[in-house]
């Protein structure tokens, strides 16, 4: 994500930002609310250098409940500059992600 999209366009615009679902099974899959030294370390050992912030609700822990059996997490969601969803899914597509942010970014 962060090649492919942050590094790639963000000097044209586009914003980048990873969510960590916070509570158990969060992106460093330990059993922490809001741990925001152990994010912060996760992601500078993987050399993240996008933003990355951690949800601070209980949204991940009501999608798991309601997806017994499989991770209701990675979802790739794509808004426009008019604040409106132009793309969502929940099995990352590098090429069709990128087909709508190049014409996004055309506009």
Same mark, same amino acid.
């Given at each position: 994500m962060e090649n492919r999209f942050y590094n790639k366009y963000k000097d044209q615009g586009l914003k980048v930002i990873a969510i960590d679902p916070g509570g158990k099974g969060g992106l460093n899959g330990g059993d922490y609310? !809001? !741990?925001?030294?152990?994010?912060?370390?996760?992601v500078s050992?993987?050399?993240?250098?996008?933003?990355?912030?951690?949800?601070?609700?209980?949204?991940?822990?009501?999608?798991a409940k309601n997806y017994k059996g499989q991770n209701p997490f990675p979802v790739d969601i794509?808004?426009?500059? !008019?604040?409106?969803?132009?793309y969502i899914a929940r099995e990352y597509d590098p090429d069709a992600m990128t087909a709508v942010v190049e014409k996004l970014l055309a506009q």
């Open positions: 609310t !809001d !741990d925001l030294p152990g994010v912060q370390k996760f050992n993987l050399g993240v250098t996008m933003p990355v912030g951690i949800e601070e609700t209980t949204n991940y822990l009501a999608y794509i808004v426009g500059k !008019d604040g409106k969803i132009a």
